[in-house]
C-alpha cells in the first residue's frame, strides 16, 4: 500500500515510531515477558533460525535417520 498516497510519508513513519514506542513500554500481561509489535516475533525467529539453523521435529529426525541408514549414509543431524 502506498501510504503517500493518503499522507505524507515522514508524517506516517513518525506516527508510527510513537505508537511502536507507546505499546513497547506498555506492562505485559502476566505470563509474558514482554510486548510485541506486528513482524517482531517472526523477524526475531528468522535472525535465530540463520544463526542456529532451523529446529526438526524428532518424527523428522527419526526419518531421516533411517532414511540414512537405509542408503548407508552417515547421519550427523542430531
Known amino acids: 500500500m502506498r501510504v503517500d498516497a493518503f499522507r505524507p510519508a515522514a508524517e506516517f513513519k513518525r506516527d508510527m515510531d ?10 505485559p500481561i502476566e505470563g509474558q515477558e514482554r510486548v510485541y509489535v506486528v513482524g ?3 523477524f526475531e525467529t528468522a535472525q535465530e533460525r540463520a544463526e542456529h539453523g532451523i529446529p526438526l521435529h524428532d518424527s523428522v529426525l527419526k526419518g531421516l535417520r ?13
Open 66 to 78: 533411517a532414511v540414512a541408514e537405509q542408503v548407508g549414509v552417515p547421519y550427523d543431524l542430531e
Open 18 to 27: 510513537r505508537l511502536i514506542i507507546d505499546l513497547k513500554s506498555t506492562p
Open 40 to 42: 517482531e516475533i517472526e
